[in-house]
């Protein structure tokens, strides 16, 4: 499979591979570290989500084809989510993006933002730009 890199605006026929991003588990753990003076089980809680979702930025793929959103974890294709089944998409916070959430014709789907944001709106713009 080969991909545009992520530095630069893909064509809409490129696959697209999105870059880890590590900005919301290194949040979280460093906000897990005061937390433990006042309340350990909180901080406990919230150091084990963050390292749970560091594990996820760093072993998933988000990878944005002609016809789908595919989610591999190593090589193999976990999720396959074709276009033409969305409905809406919205990225939660631009500015401090934590949240992704797109809506299929059967399901709804929340993704913590552990990608290069930018390149998700940009990619999101061209393939589904029926965005709510």
């Keep these: 499979m080969t991909t545009t890199p992520t530095s630069s605006v893909p064509a809409t026929t ?3 591979q ?3 991003s590590y ?3 290194i949040t979280l753990a460093l ?3 005061p937390v433990f003076l006042l ?3 909180v901080s406990a809680a919230l150091a084990i ?3 749970f979702l560091l594990f996820q930025a760093a072993t998933l793929r988000l990878y944005f084809t002609e016809t789908a959103l595919d989610i591999y974890r190593g090589q193999t294709l976990i999720r396959h989510f074709p276009y033409q089944d969305w409905q809406n998409w919205r990225i939660f916070w631009f500015n401090v993006p934590i949240l992704f959430y797109f809506k299929e014709v059967k399901s709804i789907h929340f993704l913590p933002i552990l990608f290069d944001p930018k390149l998700l709106k940009v990619c999101l713009e ?3 730009p029926y965005r709510t």
């Design 49 to 51: 989500f963050a390292v």
């Design 23 to 25: 900005a919301i588990p």
């Design 14 to 16: 490129d696959v697209v």
């Design 39 to 41: 309340q350990p089980w």
């Design 18 to 20: 999105l870059a880890p």
């Design 126 to 128: 061209q393939r589904c």
């Design 31 to 33: 906000v897990a570290l």
